[in-house]
């Protein structure tokens, strides 16, 4: 049995993928350990279906119950503590919420990841570890010039979600493991 992390891309403002009822329709579609997390587009699923079998499953599921065509990354639990513990920046921990880990469909190209750091302000840094950027703005994600231009940028499918919700998915797929 496998533990995923399911990270809905583009969930918020006029898309939304209701957490209750998306636990309900995993859950009768044979996933156990069903989670969800706030109703930004995050949930966990413990399966024996392989990776590609599961985003198939979820993605049909969430089509015709809830309307959503989006991209779906599915990292491992073990991916998932991975892309933790490689964080090029364990000192912008202290303030969770500024940073960003964004998990890629494939590795960038270096010139793109160029073009994006070459927007960075004051104390802003990115990096990129395998198939996962790091983003850190401790002047706010949300007005960082950097950030602002990544996902048109970076020139590969992805999804971020803030440290804060990282460590949370990652408590939440080990209870589902267990």
Known sequence: MTV???????????TQLPTAPLREALSAAGFENVATYINSGNAIVRTSLSRDKTVAKVAEICREKFGFTKAIHA??????????AKNPFPDAV???????????????DEKNVEAIRALAGDGERIAVVGKVAYIHTPGGFGVSRMAEKFDKLIGVENTARNWNSVLKLEELAKKAAA
């Not at 399911?6 to 403002?13: H, S």
């Not at 990292?75 to 933790?84: A, D, F, K, N, V």
């Not at 202290?94 to 960038?108: C, I, N, Q, T």
Request: glycine share 8%.
């Open 4 to 14: 995923y992390i399911l990270l809905f891309r583009g969930v918020g403002g006029a």
């Open 75 to 84: 990292p491992t639990l073990q991916e998932w503590s991975e892309l933790i």
């Open 94 to 108: 202290s303030v969770p919420k500024f940073l960003h880990a964004a998990v890629l469909a494939e590795e960038p």
